[in-house]
């Protein structure tokens, strides 16, 4: 019988990282007990509680020792540190493999949220891993009167569905090792390297050498080791001689790929989608685990996906199989992780449904060696039998007693590999612990420069030493002046190291990037302890100096942020220490920061590869601002995008941060492949680079039309139907003027004929349940940036009316900078609604411009074709129906439903207030003249014109404030922000002001003293009102 048996879930959360805590961060997770709660930072009264089997709090109440050591503040403290992590969590895996299941350590959570931190640790906080080995090895020596153990340790990794093995000494084969399915065995790794190993410190140097492969690995292949999975099985086989029988369990330690969903901003849907494989092996976990919760809960599930990724079939006995099986989900606490952290929690939420079904395993071989055994046993009864036959000397004897060699030799086989093995292992541990001495003692000696890599896991694992003498560096195969750095955009020989008279100098040659401190190099450079190199385009290295120059561990403060920030000061973009205390960065505005600097490094490497590659391709990022796009005018969200140039077509692309982060993994598959074709190495599958078709090519795309920038045009005046004749400037998404559009609204009657001042309304909320007619005109474009920079493209406008989901676009316009568009819309409200009225009192009509280039489709609207209704006006809401097409009517026809509804409840609240309203006006005329009605009303309307004519006049100066007020807005200091150019900055900005307030208030007084007179005329001719 199978007991059940939960997966059991841990969730903690770390420190503030450094730059979490330059940008002020808050913390929205809180703890108490077992359960957790996440506060979204955006709606404070808005949080989410979780309850797990153990939260371990890991942020804050903590103390360093003199050896870094983390441990609470005091006895009891609530900081969890990793004893009391290993001490719930791993105790139990140990107890459970020595018990004979098999056993799974999962650690899930996004990008540096601690994954590692937990389960192999930074020295010296050990994470479970470690710990799980020394604690293992004690059990065994404890135990040894009872039970023979035998401990085997492999290693690998699963980066973009290949298994990578960490221990191998052979070359890695192309396309990775293979997945194979036993009946009896499930699914394993052909060709796995198992070492024997009978001590921690053995299984120490065995990860610290896979963590040296998966460094080379990521820093040759240029893989990012964030995106790949680490897998650490160790296989406990124990033999209880006495009792004859024998246990085997699998521990399964699994350091998961970080797990970052790509949010798909703009319009996703990427062309080439190969590169989902990317995270095809997390998103089959995700999938496996909410088929196999929806099991747990009774639902019916049909098909759980183990098959299709490489990790599912690996974990198949982990999830929902023969294993005791843990998650940690691991999180970060800021503000700015919000999603993230509520995303791992949902995900760590369905895995504690999922049941296993472990069972006790008997090995096969023991059971087989207890067969040999007994059929031994058998063999020599009939023997002696046959002896005391007086049969001793014939065939059936001699084969008998070849029968019992044979088990015998078998027998002993068995038992004589697994010391063989240990001993082979034994050989290959000194050669390795030989060679660490010698590295050792070679950092007491000389200057060196270290790798610094973006997981920090493996920071600090390679270690380049500059001897006296000079040195090349670069791809040059290891000759004996040389220093061996492959990575993209490293040349044959790319810079020269010289050790001399304790210095250290660097030339970088002809042609190669080199970086020092943030600062592009091309002459001769001396290096000082603790500098910084990006060698091509991201080949991070720490210089080391001389044993003199240094301190104790000073290096751990220069991580990959470190280089990163350093770069991204250098090209004007600062955030950071330099905001730290001072003021609370947005957390919007700070998270595009960070993709910024985290993106740039990719896109260094995406030129590369398209330079080395012949692409004539170029990658720029640009921050983009989602006010832009907003109808009314809020300072939303900015986020990042990708230009892409092609130089020699001068065609533009524009790629989500998603896109090019997918694109950029295809662009490596690619440039990889193409490595290999120069080395004369051909790949299992693939099409060759040089004839890679169009369709396939991830630095391609059919060009689209680009949106080049937006303008508002601001419909408030519509509220009171008057007319309006603005010049638009049109902005780019980096606030740059990219044309001016001359528009207008007119407000019109319901055949097109202007409406003159005496229709104009003094309150707006006259035009409830009454029909507006307007007409949009959009009569040309000045400045056309985008025609100016190549007269062979084009434009045309887009717009949307009210909260229609289909845009209209004018004609397409080509080769002129300043075009003629005479394009008009008759656009018309049956009856009007609050939520219009609402609408047209505080939104702006969104005007987008949009290039064209050749060989793109021009844009088409849906309308297109039909013409709304007989007389060509197109209905913005009311009961008409707005076209015969029948996909826009179904668009539409959802919402309709909805309008009609609310239509009708504004008619009945219309209908009362109308009646309201004549009421108190015939009291109202009564009170002030009982006797003159009709003079009354032949009055009324010349006051309303006076009144509209100066509301109109209110409203066109507010206009221009408004725009006064977006470019005061869009202001920013220059880059090289020096104290004078701020100071120049502050003073441009004060006259700005001056002049915007002085704008503001003449239009406000203008308008005041235009009420009075009226008011005073007013009176004059009726006398007083009161
Ligand atoms: N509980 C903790 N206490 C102190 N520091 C921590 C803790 N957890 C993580 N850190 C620190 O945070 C950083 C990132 O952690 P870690 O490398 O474990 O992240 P990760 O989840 O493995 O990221 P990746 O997905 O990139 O591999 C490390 O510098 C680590 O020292
Ligand atoms: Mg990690």
């Known amino acids: 019988m199978h007991s059940r048996d939960c997966v059991k879930v841990a969730v903690r959360v770390r420190p503030f990282n450094k730059r979490e805590r330059d940008a002020g961060s808050r913390c929205v997770i809180s703890m108490a007990a077992s359960s957790i709660t996440i506060h979204d930072p955006r709606q404070s009264q808005c949080s989410r509680s979780f309850c797990f089997d153990y939260a371990y709090w890991s942020h804050s109440g903590f103390i360093q020792d003199h050896n870094g050591l983390y441990m609470p503040e005091e006895v009891g403290g609530r900081y969890a540190d990793q004893d009391c992590v290993f001490h719930d969590l791993g105790e139990g895996i140990l107890e459970n493999a020595l018990q004979g299941y098999n056993a799974t350590l999962l650690a899930y959570g996004q990008t540096g949220s601690g994954k590692s931190y937990s389960m192999v640790g930074y020295r010296p906080n050990k994470g479970l891993v470690p710990k799980l080995c020394e604690r293992l090895f004690e059990a065994i020596k404890g135990n040894q009167d009872t039970r023979q153990c035998q401990v085997f340790f492999s290693m690998l990794e699963i980066y973009n569905e290949q298994v990578v093995d960490l221990l191998s000494r052979s070359s890695r084969p192309p396309g990775g090792l293979r997945v194979r399915e036993e009946q009896h065995r499930g699914f394993y790794v052909e060709g796995l390297r198992t070492v024997p190993c009978d001590s921690a410190a053995q299984v120490e140097q065995l990860m610290e050498q896979g963590t040296r492969t998966r460094t080379t690995a990521a820093t040759h292949t240029n893989a990012n080791s964030s995106r790949s999975h680490m897998l650490i099985v160790l296989q406990l086989k124990q033999i209880f001689s006495k009792e004859s029988i024998s246990k085997q369990s699998n521990i399964n330690l699994v350091d998961l790929a970080g797990s970052e969903r790509q949010k798909s901003l703009g319009s996703e849907a990427d062309r080439l989608k190969e590169g989902t494989a990317i995270n095809l092996s997390l998103t089959t976990l995700g999938n496996v685990i909410s088929a196999l919760a929806d099991m747990a809960v ?8 183990y098959r299709d990724s490489v990790l599912t079939k690996m974990l198949q ?44 395993n008997e090995s096969p071989t023991e059971r087989l060696v207890k067969e040999l055994k007994a059929e031994n046993a058998r063999l020599m009864q009939r023997l002696s039998r046959l002896g005391q036959e007086g049969r001793s000397a014939n065939d059936e004897t001699k084969e008998i007693r070849q029968l019992l060699t044979h088990n015998e030799l078998q027998i002993r086989t068995i038992h004589t590999l697994w010391e063989q093995h240990l001993q082979e292992a034994l050989k290959d541990w000194e050669q390795q612990y030989a060679n660490i001495t010698q590295e050792r003692r070679m950092m007491q000696m000389h200057p060196y420069i270290l790798n610094i890599n973006e997981d920090a896991q493996l920071s600090g694992v390679v270690k380049l030493f500059i001897q006296e003498g000079e040195w090349d560096v670069g791809l040059c195969d290891n000759t004996s002046t040389s220093i061996t750095i492959k990575g993209l955009g490293i040349q044959q020989r790319h810079a020269v190291m010289r050790n001399e008279q304790r210095r250290v100098m660097l030339t970088p040659l002809k042609g190669s990037k080199v970086t020092v401190n943030g600062r592009a190099v091309g002459e001769m450079t ?19 100096g001389f044993p003199s120059e240094r301190g104790a561990d000073d290096w751990i403060y220069y991580d990959y942020d470190y280089f990163l920030s350093e770069l991204a000061a250098a090209e004007g973009i600062h955030l950071g220490q330099t905001s730290a205390g001072c003021c609370k960065t947005d957390p919007s505005l700070l998270a595009v920061f960070y993709d910024y600097i985290k993106l740039m490094p990719l896109v260094a490497e995406a030129n590369q590869m398209s330079q080395e590659l012949n692409k004539g391709v170029e990658f720029k990022l640009e921050i983009k601002n989602l006010v832009l796009s907003d109808s009314k005018g809020h300072d939303l969200e900015k986020y990042i995008v990708c230009r892409v140039i092609s130089k020699p077509s001068k065609q533009v692309w524009i790629w989500s941060k998603a896109k090019f982060v997918n694109r950029k993994f295809l662009m490596e598959e690619i440039y990889q492949q193409h490595l290999a074709e120069l080395k004369g190495e051909h790949r299992e599958e693939g099409l060759s680079t040089a004839a890679l078709p169009r369709d396939k090519d991830p630095f391609w795309d059919p060009v689209e039309p680009l949106l080049l920038g937006t303008a508002h045009l601001w ?5 009171f139907r008057i007319p309006l004749d603005e010049q638009l400037e049109v902005l780019g998404s980096e606030g740059s003027e990219e044309a001016i559009i001359q528009a207008k609204l007119l407000p019109c009657s319901s055949t097109g004929m202007p409406l003159g001042e005496d229709d104009i309304l003094i309150d707006p909320s006259e035009l409830l349940g009454r029909r507006l007619d307007v007409q949009l005109v959009l009569e040309q474009c000045f400045g056309l940036c985008w025609i100016r920079e190549d007269r062979s493209r084009g434009v045309q406008i887009g717009f949307r009316l009210f909260d229609s989901s289909v845009p209209f676009y004018t004609p397409a316009v080509w080769h002129s900078v300043i075009p003629a568009l005479h394009h008009k819309v008759h656009f018309a409200s049956r009856q009007v609604s609050q939520r219009l009225l609402d609408y047209l009192q505080s939104s702006a009509l969104l005007l987008e411009l949009w290039g064209l280039q050749e060989g793109c489709s021009i844009l088409v609207s849906p309308l297109e074709g039909s013409k709304g209704t007989t007389e060509g006006v ?12 029948p996909t826009v009517s179904a668009l539409l026809n959802s919402s309709m439903a909805e309008f009609q509804k609310e239509m009708e409840e504004l008619k009945r609240v219309n209908k009362l207030l109308m009646k309201e309203n004549q009421s108190l006006r015939g009291q109202l005329n009564m009170g002030k003249n009982g006797t003159t009605s009709a003079r009354s009303r ?13 509301l109109k006049l209110f409203y066109h100066s507010m206009t221009s404030v408004r725009a006064q007020l977006q470019s005061l807005r869009r202001q920013r200091p220059g880059e090289s922000c020096d104290l004078l150019s701020l100071r120049l900055f502050v003073d441009e900005q004060s006259g700005l002001l001056k002049d915007f307030s002085e704008h503001l208030e003449a239009t406000v007084s203008a308008l005041k003293r235009d009420v009075a007179a009226i008011v005073r005329r007013k009176r004059e001719r009726w006398g007083s009102w009161s």
């Open 938 to 950: 032949s009055v009324r309307p010349s006051c309303d014109a006076e009144f509209a004519r100066s």
């Open 874 to 885: 197109f209905f913005i809401e009311g009961d008409g129906t707005t076209n015969n097409n």
């Open 526 to 544: 001396e290096l000082h302890h603790l500098d910084r190199l990006i060698l091509g385009s991201n080949c991070t290295y720490l210089y080391i």
């Open 298 to 305: 009774g639902k019916k599930v049909v098909h759980v996906p």
């Open 317 to 360: 006995s982990a999830l929902g199989g023969n294993s005791r099986t843990v998650m940690i989900a691991t999180l970060s606490p800021a503000d700015i992780c919000y999603e993230e952290s509520l995303s791992t929690l949902r995900y760590a939420e369905r895995a504690k449904h999922i049941q296993n079904r472990p069972v006790v």
């Open 715 to 719: 419909l408030q005046s519509l509220a």
